[in-house]
DNA sequence: CTGAAAGCGCTTACAG
DNA sequence: CTGAAAGCGCTTACAG
């Protein structure tokens, strides 16, 4: 007897995720979406996701919203189909409206620096001042002065956080910068490529450049180069980020690092613990750290007014 | 009556899956396993993959194995217990012994370019030779007489695919490699700069390098870079997969295209036609081909013996 | 302590 | 054509 039952659980038998989940009421799947996996911000987040979610023997479904704003709707409610236990909503841009629904059937839920909804929704947080500051010190350090930044677009909040946060940390610093020193990019290579043509030819020239993001900072750097001019001799550079491609361009990327890791790390910890109706999880907000490679030097030698 | 029934659909209503897919013995949810959703190589496929998914109105659950072939037993076994109803796999090192279950349960499996098991399990194929050809004849057009190869590890049956696809094209096209000419990387930016490093002090000096992956095409080009050595003036380089560094790195690298979104649709084809029991699918190979950046040039004019 | 029964929310085959 | 019943495979509260 015993051993027939033996035999068949080593033989064939699966337990049927669905049927236990019907009558559990829980599925032990969570939801993760993302704006564009083949944006290198989102793998190592979705790594770090997926093996914490693994060890806890929670599967993740996963959608993509491909920076439609109306394709979040969709996603989520492809999940609630599913009866996912909680969703993970990591996209930059997102609407209150979709939310609703996971909010009603009592669906946890967590989102991504979303500021202005932090108050009502779950949020990990990212506190990008941090990062300027010490890119700020880094370069005042060095000498320089004369500052230039790549924007990302005005409709972007992430990128225009971003530029917010690199305002007030250089007034803090006594740096003015005229509006002529911001020029947006399109967050791409691409953007940041004729962002930096731009920022080349104000007078004086910046000795230092800021990007909103790395991507546009690796454009950046090819308009250097096709210009003739050296990074860094010539011109120091900071990207944002810390993709893996970062350290592969010559010359590395110095950049602030953003940290996906962790920032993965907490939207599970809080699904999971809202899940669990335990006391709230004690506020906490994450900081993003300089990371000093080769595209940052003292400027060169020259006359100023 | 009828008012209120469609009250409660507006309001709240959303269709359980679980005891759907209970009651139909489908649950609309494919598996997907891949290697490292770090590796730059992924995130296409992934994305072409979901798309395709979602367009029929099934999920995709997702995990990686990290290269540890150990992983992929309880990556296929968590796929089952979710009753997926069909699994990619898409990992280049794969165990049969893990392959067993599924089959076993009537799951259909995809596998990516297992050419020893090709005639058993369902596979998407892909040609290299195709893209050594063309990459032979362009750089043979060019002038070039001297070839390095930088090669995967031996245990890696992608990269020795593509190592043996190379030696065939070179063979056909009457180039001699001696094994002086072939050396091995780890398939990321650092070995490839350190195989690099080596064949740059072969004598003579390989006009041209090809290497099994871009990743290591990027190691390569800061070989070059470190040694002073112009690129591609000096030397030319070819890389293999056409990742988006690929274009990003100066100068943008030739390289040979993978098809990935390709191999997503085919392998996605494949495991709905295995579910809907109709005729088996045509054969199909893909072919990946050369494309041409600025890393590729006429050899410099020097002495030969 | 053990074992049979009820029920999760669907779909579908069947009775009326 | 319509509507009530059975049953998918689990888990758990309950009877013995």
New interface residues.
């Given amino acids: 007897m015993a051993r027939v039952r033996k035999a068949i659980e080593e033989m ?1 038998y ?6 236990r ?2 009558r559990v009421g829980r ?1 032990r ?1 969570f939801g993760l979406i993302i704006s ?3 944006n ?1 911000f ?3 987040l ?2 770090a996701f ?1 093996s914490l979610a ?1 060890a806890h023997g929670i ?6 919203t491909n920076y439609e704003l109306e394709r979040l709707d969709s996603c989520i ?2 999940m ?4 996912v236990d909680a969703i993970a909503i990591m996209t930059s841009e997102i609407d209150e409206r979709f939310l609703r629904q996971p909010m ?2 009592g669906v946890p839920i967590v989102l991504m620096n979303q500021r202005q909804l932090a108050a009502r929704y779950p949020n990990v947080l990212v506190e990008y001042a941090t990062g300027y500051r010490e890119a700020m010190d880094h370069l005042l350090f060095l000498g320089h002065r004369d500052f230039g930044f790549i924007a990302g677009p005005p409709q972007l909040s992430s990128a225009q956080d971003r530029k917010a946060a690199f305002k007030t940390v250089s007034q803090a610093h006594g740096v003015h910068l005229g509006p002529e020193r911001i020029v947006a990019g399109d967050m791409h ?1 691409e953007g940041g490529r004729s962002a930096m043509r731009e920022l080349l030819a104000r007078s004086p020239r910046p000795t230092a450049v800021l990007a909103t993001n790395d991507l546009m900072a ?1 454009g950046a ?2 308009a250097a ?1 096709e210009a003739g001019i050296r990074v860094p001799e010539d011109i120091s550079l900071i990207g944002f980020d810390d993709l ?2 970062a ?4 010359p590395p990327l110095t950049t602030i690092r953003h940290p996906r890791r962790e920032l993965a790390a907490r939207a599970f910890a809080l699904l999971q613990n809202a899940l669990q109706e335990g006391n709230a999880l004690p506020e906490l907000i994450l900081h993003p750290h300089l990371v000093i490679r080769e595209s940052t030097a003292s400027p060169a030698r020259r006359r100023r007014r």
């Fill in positions: 064939n699966v337990p049927n995720s669905s049927a989940s019907l599925t799947l564009d996996v083949n290198p989102f793998p190592e979705i790594d997926e693994a599967g993740v479904i996963f959608t993509h409610r492809r609630i189909e599913r009866r009603k059937l290579v690796v750097l090819q180069h893996p491609i350290s592969m361009v010559s």
